[in-house]
């Protein structure tokens, strides 16, 4: 399990690190989520990267829309 923010303080952008990887070993992203707010977690789709990072990082973003992590103040899906 790779966390795509890759730090517990405030950050503005994700990190890249669990798509480079998964690129190179070529594997699936599971995506899995803890939605702190409605008390719920569990896995998303298989997501297979295509190699075009911009392009898929908007379509991984776009499910954890409406997703809210426990420090909420300091993560967003929304941000670029």
């Known amino acids: 399990i790779v966390p795509p923010e890759g730090t517990r303080a405030k950050t503005r952008y994700w990190k890249t690190g669990f798509y480079h990887i998964a690129v190179a070993a070529q594997v699936p992203i599971v995506m899995a989520y803890m939605d702190y707010t409605r ?3 569990g896995l998303g789709p298989v997501f297979y990267p295509s190699g075009d990072i911009e392009a898929d990082m908007k379509e991984i973003k776009a499910f954890y829309v ?3 992590g426990r ?6 899906a929304l941000d670029v």
């Open 71 to 76: 420090n909420q103040q300091q993560f967003s």
């Open 66 to 68: 409406g997703i809210r």
């Open 39 to 41: 008390r719920i977690s």
